[in-house]
């Protein structure tokens, strides 16, 4: 039986995240171990797939389908791949026991951190609406395991038969698709004083001055933002609010001047429309040309926690070296004789210039808070201890590299992804599996 990859490739991507993020309930898995003599909807190698498990997954992804507004396939069609679904996950996990892939409570841990709080809550806040949903987050947990191990195997196996070349990325760069998705992309918010078309210039002078008041007193901080959701009592009644991404020749016409000029952060002077007067703030900028980016050199030691070493122990060797950095040894060298990151103590601790995103969240903000030339208390991320020397900061101009590699990751993906349907239909051909309904 062949897998529909076109029926794949539409939504099963999508879904299959939603499964886990939206807490639907418990992992198919999990009901199973707990159910006897039921029936086997099909025969993986040495292992079976229950009709519990199938229905619980089917109901699963057809509600998350419903509640995204994805239209769906013709139910025997998505019945069919939901099973499929299962038998790869089923030969995939046993090819990971095979190979010794495992996932640790503290990989586990940040993964599960880092969901949460892409939406927007803490992890003992994401638990509490598992369970009050009805669902079990141990369940879940055991999922997002399940996850992070397939992506394992998938990546070993699929990873290094993907190259993209310096001239494939030359010429996406230069064809029609590569022009559009590389360009400069804006988020920006407005906020409008509507005017009467019939305004004085009086009227028009005082609006315009109120604006430029405004324009100041907003400049700081989220104070547009705050402004844009709930307006201060004023004597104006002011419309507007988030507009979006939006790709440069999609921003209204009456801002087409004002948006490319604006540094990201920065509020414009008031635009005149046909409907009054704008602020417009450019929140953040993707693409295009004049990416200015701040750049930090820095260096690091890394000292991690193990069986021999606890992680307050890890803590204290941490802050020693600190105290002898700060008495006058050499950070570099200190680096080299204790530093646990191989790919950087040899070096001595040098990570080179680094940009925003490039580092872990922990690491990042302690690299924001720590001047040029000074040696950061300790930080705790999911590597181990760190103390950080910041050596220098610097503005660059980064459009050119961001292009190339913007164009680069999305070659990648649509290479990766071809090569993973190649080597899952693979494995599914090659592996013993019965069918049972």
């Known amino acids: 039986m062949r897998i529909d990859s076109t029926v794949t490739g539409r939504w ?10 939206c807490c639907c309930g418990l992992a198919g898995g999990a009901l199973a171990q707990t159910r006897q003599l039921e029936r086997v909807v099909a025969i993986v190698d040495d292992d079976v797939i229950l009709a519990s498990e199938y229905q619980d997954r089917l109901r699963q992804v057809t509600e998350n389908l419903q509640r995204q507004k994805v239209e769906m396939p013709p139910q025997e069609v998505l019945a069919r ?7 790869l996950e089923r030969i ?47 369940a879940v947990r055991e999922q997002v395991r399940q996850e992070m191990i397939l992506s394992r195997v998938q990546q070993g196996n699929v990873r290094n038969r993907v190259q993209v070349t310096e001239q494939e990325v030359d010429d996406y760069l230069a064809s029609e698709e590569g022009q559009k998705r590389t360009a400069a992309v804006y988020h920006i918010g407005h906020l409008l004083l509507p005017l009467p078309k019939d305004a004085t210039m009086e009227q ?18 989220n104070a547009f933002e705050r402004f844009m959701r709930t307006p201060e009592k004023t004597p104006y009644a002011f419309t507007g609010g988030d507009l979006g991404w939006r790709l440069a020749g999609d921003l209204p016409s009456v801002f087409m001047d004002a948006v490319p000029a604006l540094a990201t952060g920065e509020i414009s002077a008031p635009v005149r429309s046909a409907s009054g007067l704008h602020l417009v703030k450019l929140f953040e900028k993707r693409g295009g040309s004049g990416q200015m980016t701040q750049q930090t050199r820095v260096r690091h030691i890394l000292i991690k926690p193990s069986e021999v070493r606890s992680d307050a122990q890890a803590q204290q060797l941490a802050t020693q070296l600190r105290e002898r950095a700060l008495a006058g040894e050499d950070f570099a060298k200190l680096a080299r004789d204790y530093s646990e990151d191989i790919g950087s103590a040899r070096e001595g601790g040098e990570l080179g210039w680094t940009s925003p995103g490039q580092m872990v969240p922990e690491f990042e903000q302690a690299m924001n808070q720590t001047a040029a030339g000074e040696i950061s208390a300790p930080v705790r991320s999911s590597f181990g201890w760190h103390i950080l020397q910041v050596e220098d900061r610097r503005t660059q101009d980064l459009s050119d590299e961001m292009r190339r590699n913007q164009a680069r990751n999305i070659l990648f993906s649509q ?15 090659e592996a013993f599996v019965e069918i049972k309904i």
Not at 12 to 21: E, F, G, Q, T, Y
Not at 81 to 87: A, G
Not at 415 to 428: A, F, H, S, V
């Open 415 to 429: 290479k990766y992804e071809d090569e993973l349907n190649t080597w899952l239909q693979k494995i599914r051909d």
């Open 12 to 21: 099963w991507r999508s879904a299959a995240a939603v499964i886990v993020l």
């Open 204 to 221: 028009e002078r005082a609006a315009m001055a109120y604006m430029e008041g405004l324009r100041s007193r907003l400049a700081s901080g």
């Open 81 to 87: 791949q939901v099973l499929d679904r299962l038998i």
């Open 92 to 138: 995939q996990l046993r090819m990971g026991e095979r190979a010794g892939v495992r996932i640790s409570d503290d990989q586990l841990n940040e993964a599960l951190t880092n969901m949460a709080r892409q939406n927007g809550v803490t992890l003992e806040q994401f638990r509490a609406q598992i369970e009050a949903e009805g669902g079990s987050y141990a």
